[in-house]
């Protein structure tokens, strides 16, 4: 079970554990900045006990890393794009119809994510662009207003190279 930090209490691990004990059940929910461990901690650590140990040790995004805390957010994003393209609410009355919805709904967003799937590929820059495009000695020295947009455009309206 995964949940945002607004759930991070031991009612809470208490209340999964008791809807299944066996076998126990991964409770991911990041400690609050505030967060100690309980009494039992060095003697019998709970899942939160060990969570609030680990991100002073090892760091909140070792933490999030280690604990697939991202696909979280993953899920929550899914939910904003099905909830922003298709509707917040279902159409169908009968239980079949409305999973048919559902299934087309998904298969819609799937779609659509595979065609709008960025191909990306990450380039080291050593330089920032000014420097590439002109050297420091041609940078407009004036003390005057740049235009809005200026790249491309390399001249200020005083006709002063710029940035």
Known sequence: MTADGTYDSEPTYWTVSERQPDPPVA?????RWTAVPSVAAGTTPSQRDRHTQMIPDEGRMAWQKANGYGRRSHADTAMFRYKALIGSSLGARTLPAQKTEAKVGCSVLNRMARLGAPVSQR??????WARV????????????RAPMFFFPLFHCEAGHQML
């Open 27 to 31: 409770v991911i929910i990041p400690p």
């Open 123 to 128: 380039v080291r820059m050593k330089t920032p």
């Open 133 to 144: 495009l002109r050297p420091q000695s041609q940078l407009c020295t004036k003390a005057h």
